[in-house]
C-alpha cells in the first residue's frame, strides 16, 4: 500500500520507469529462488547492459562469473538498439544487470521479456528507488535521472544489489561476493573522498562544469560544482541555436575557463560554444575529454568504474584551476 501511495505521488513518465523496475524485480526474486543450485557451473554467465555495471560486477563476482558487456566504450546507451547478438547473449546468461531509470529504453522490451520468463534480471538502481526515492534527480520533463553512477556513493548502493543477487543465485559462493564487495566498497570510498577534496580544490569563481548533456547532476549535487549540459538527460534531443547562445552568454559571464566533450557525443556543440565565446571577446579551452554514459577503452585504467570517475575528477580540477596529481588518484591515468 505504501508503494501504490508512492507511486500516485509520482508525475506519469517517471512512474512508468518505476513500475517497469517493480515488475523486473519481481520477477527477478522468483526466478532467483527458482535457479539457485549449490552444485552451480562456475563460471556462471553475468550479462550486463552497461560498462559500468559490467566492471562492478567482475569485481565482486570475481573467478566465479563470465561478463559481457552490451554497449561497450564509447557507446551512448540512451540511442543503442540492441542486435540479434544482444538478445542472445542475454538469452543465454544465467544473471542479468541492468541500471534502470529508462536508461535502457530501446532494451526494456526484450528485458520484460526475459524477466517473465524465469531468467534473474535486477536493476542495480532498485535499492535507491526503494529505500531512498529522494535522492533520485528529476528533470523539467519529470524523467528521473538514470546517471547515478556519477555519485559514488550512491553506486556503491548499486554495488551491494549486485552482492546480493550473486549470493542469492549462487550461494556457494556467498562468502567470497562478500569479501570481495567489502574491498571493493572501500576502494570506492576513498575514491569518494578524493573526488571531494578535488573538487573543493577548484576556486570557487571557476567551479562550473559544462559539457554535451546533463548527464553530470549526480556528481553536481554530491561533490559541490554547479553543471550545465548543451543538451538533456537524454542525448536524443537536440540543442537549438537558442540553447548554445544561451549557454555562450553564461560562459562568457562567468568568465569560465574550460569546458569539456564527452566521449559518446560529438564535440560539434563544445565546439560552437568555444567559437561564440570567442565572438564575445572570451576565450574558453576545452579542457579535456570526460567519461559520462560510458567508460574509456577496455583494458585500460578509464574502462574500469574506478579509472573513469578518477579521470573524471582529476581532468575537471586540473582544467579549472583546481589541485590533482598529474595522473589521477592512484597515478594510473593514461592521459
Known amino acids: 500500500m505504501k508503494r501504490l501511495l508512492f507511486l500516485n505521488r509520482m508525475p506519469i513518465l517517471c512512474r512508468v520507469g518505476f513500475l517497469f523496475a517493480i515488475l523486473l524485480s519481481l520477477n527477478s526474486c522468483d526466478s532467483g529462488s527458482q535457479a539457485t ?12 547492459t552497461i560498462g559500468m555495471i559490467a566492471d562492478v560486477a567482475a569485481k565482486i563476482g570475481g573467478e566465479r562469473v563470465q561478463v559481457a558487456t552490451l554497449v561497450g566504450p564509447g557507446v551512448d546507451p540512451h540511442l543503442y538498439k540492441p542486435t540479434a547478438s544482444d538478445v542472445k547473449t542475454l538469452q543465454s546468461a544465467d544473471l542479468i544487470f541492468y541500471n534502470g531509470l529508462l536508461l535502457e529504453g530501446k532494451m526494456s522490451d526484450i528485458l520484460v521479456k526475459i524477466a517473465r520468463k524465469g531468467k534473474p534480471v535486477y536493476a542495480v538502481t532498485e535499492e535507491v528507488q526503494e529505500q531512498q526515492a529522494n535522492a533520485l534527480l528529476l528533470d ?107 549557454l555562450v552568454s553564461f560562459i562568457v559571464e562567468n568568465r569560465i575557463p574550460a569546458i569539456f566533450v564527452e566521449s559518446t557525443i560529438s564535440d560539434k556543440n563544445i565546439r560552437a560554444l568555444v567559437e561564440g565565446a570567442a565572438r564575445k571577446g572570451h576565450t574558453v579551452v576545452i579542457g579535456g575529454e570526460l567519461y559520462s554514459d560510458a567508460m574509456g577503452k577496455s583494458g585500460s585504467y578509464e574502462g574500469t568504474y574506478l579509472g573513469m570517475i ?14 590533482a596529481p598529474a595522473k589521477g588518484l592512484h597515478g594510473k591515468m593514461s592521459h
Do not use: C
Open 140 to 246: 523539467e520533463e519529470d524523467h528521473f535521472d538514470p546517471h547515478l553512477w556519477m555519485d559514488v556513493q550512491l553506486w556503491m548502493q548499486a554495488a551491494r544489489v549486485m552482492e546480493k543477487a550473486m549470493a542469492e543465485y549462487d550461494p556457494a559462493g556467498a562468502e567470497i561476493y562478500s569479501t570481495n564487495a567489502e574491498a571493493y566498497l572501500r576502494e570506492l570510498a576513498e575514491l569518494d573522498r578524493y573526488a571531494r577534496k578535488t573538487i573543493a580544490s577548484i576556486p570557487e569563481a571557476s567551479r562550473y562544469l559544462v559539457t554535451a548533456h546533463d548527464a553530470f547532476g549526480y556528481l553536481s549535487r554530491a561533490y559541490g560544482i554547479e553543471v550545465r549540459g548543451v543538451q538533456g538527460l537524454s542525448t536524443e534531443s537536440e540543442a537549438g541555436l537558442r540553447d548554445i547562445e544561451e
Open 37 to 48: 543450485n549449490e552444485s552451480q557451473e562456475i563460471p556462471y554467465q553475468v550479462s550486463a
Open 310 to 323: 578518477d579521470h573524471n575528477v582529476t581532468t575537471l580540477a586540473r582544467a579549472l584551476g583546481g589541485k
